[in-house]
């Protein structure tokens, strides 16, 4: 564990450049957004797809986009084709994995949807052929990928292509959460704006800078964007605006990512050590939370138990997601109480010594805090990811180990968020290989743990 707090300086100095060239991409972005904006002005939706850790991204993209984290703001039609499991694996059965989302816009697709498509490296097959199809039928087709931009940015699949230009897949992930939920300020931006989207002209890429706007947090649109507000203004004006705004908040949450990381490098070594001493004991982790904090716990859950990497490299390590079975949640919701449908489920499934993991960016859901109770009964170790300074998850005797962002902006919290996660699952490995219960062919026969009474 000593060298932990360095190796966390590491991992976080690792993230500053492909997510600050982010900013290089500033006016695609605002391309990507008006092309957005006029598409669901039209009674277009959006139909997000992705495998793997992308699949947690299509589904975070789709509540941000259908339930606004400003208050006021319009909801928008956003589906996740990944969602349906029953769906996605049935036509993966006939048809292979590649097809499935394809045949899903076959049958759902309009011409007048958006497509967004995500793909760590740009190679994934389900997802440009997807993209192939959608623009083949005229959808406005968007692209969110990794490394160079693999088969789907060379041959041009998607209209509008966005790069993180890493080769580390969870840095590519960081930097896809911080890009789509540009996509949502950015096109609310553009919908508070109808008189600028009725003009012919195309955003002018050469247009001058305006001054850049940093408050991204409270004081709803009009705090994110006080340009909105200064009365009608030309395309490519907005464009120039909508341009510079990016590149403001993308400088903001690198310097954000800079300062947790700094601020948090023992914290995140003394969990490591912890997690993976629970693990080498047999510990099984849960995690949970809600809406756009439901996909984070769920990448979570896909980054221990499916690393992507050969066992030698990266040790899976066993992990579930509370809000899952839909048919578990929804009927825990129906006939006992929404704030109870993670504690319940501790209660049937956690073991003393388990790792309970919860993901909020207020620190104050009542169904979080209450299956962190749960778990702190059950003699589970506790750990929170939270913004705000933390808020009742800061509370004495609940958490563990509190992770809480300083930050009031919902999306900048969850960008953080997901650095954190990545960079202690990096820790955990590292000790999990130091550990003498764990070889380089993988884990030992886990310890049994007695069944609870």
């Known amino acids: 564990m000593s060298e932990s707090p360095d190796m966390v300086a590491t991992a976080f100095d690792r993230r500053v450049e492909p997510i600050a060239q982010l900013s290089e991409a500033a006016d695609a972005i605002a391309a990507a957004c008006l092309a957005m904006a006029r598409a669901f002005r039209a009674g277009g939706r959006l139909l997000v797809f992705g495998t793997g850790t992308a699949a947690t991204d299509a589904q975070h993209v789709s509540v941000e986009f259908m339930h606004p984290v400003i208050v006021g ?53 389900a997802v440009a052929q997807a993209l192939t199809v959608a623009r083949a039928s005229g959808m406005t087709t968007v692209a969110l990928v990794g490394a160079d931009g693999g088969q789907i940015a060379a041959r041009e699949l998607a209209e509008h292509c966005l790069v993180v230009r890493s080769g580390d897949h969870r840095v590519v992930k960081e930097g896809h959460v911080t890009l789509y939920h540009l996509l949502w300020e950015l096109t609310h931006a553009y919908l508070e704006q109808p008189h600028a989207l009725d003009q012919a002209s195309a955003p002018d890429a050469s247009a001058p800078d305006a001054p850049a706007d940093n408050a991204s947090s409270g004081g709803g649109i009009s705090g994110l964007y006080p340009f909105l507000y200064s009365g009608p203004t030309s395309l490519d004006a907005l464009t120039a605006e909508v341009a510079a705004s990016a590149r403001a908040k993308i400088a903001e949450i690198a310097d954000l990512r800079r300062s947790v990381g700094e601020a948090e490098g023992e914290s995140l070594a003394a969990c490591a050590a912890a997690l993976a001493a629970g693990f080498s004991q047999g510990a099984t982790l849960l995690a949970f939370g809600n809406g756009g904090s439901s996909s984070d716990a769920q990448d979570i859950v896909h980054t221990f138990l499916d690393p992507g990497a050969p066992e030698s490299v990266a040790a899976a390590l066993p992990a579930l997601c509370l809000t899952n079975d839909t048919a578990v949640v929804t009927a825990l919701s129906n006939d006992v109480g929404f704030d109870v449908v993670f504690a319940r489920q501790l209660q049937a499934v956690g073991r003393p010594g388990d790792i309970a993991v919860a993901v909020s960016t207020s620190g104050g859901s009542a169904n979080v805090l209450a299956a962190l109770a749960a778990a702190r009964k059950a003699g589970m170790t506790t750990v929170g990811f939270a913004g705000y300074g933390g808020g009742k998850m800061a509370e004495p005797g609940l958490v563990d180990h509190l992770f809480a962002v300083p930050s009031a902006s919902v999306h900048r919290i969850q960008e953080v968020q997901t650095t954190l996660y990545h960079v202690l699952w990096e820790l955990v490995q590292q000790d999990v290989r130091q550990d003498a219960g764990l070889t380089a062919a993988g884990p030992a026969p886990r310890t049994p743990q007695p069944v609870r009474g």
């Open 73 to 125: 703001k319009r909801a928008l039609p956003a589906f996740s084709l990944a969602a349906d499991s029953a769906t996605v694996s049935g036509l993966a059965r006939r048809g292979g994995l590649d097809a499935v989302f394809a045949n899903q816009l076959r049958v759902l697709g309009r011409s007048q949807d958006i497509a967004v498509g995500v793909s760590g490296d740009g190679d994934c097959p």
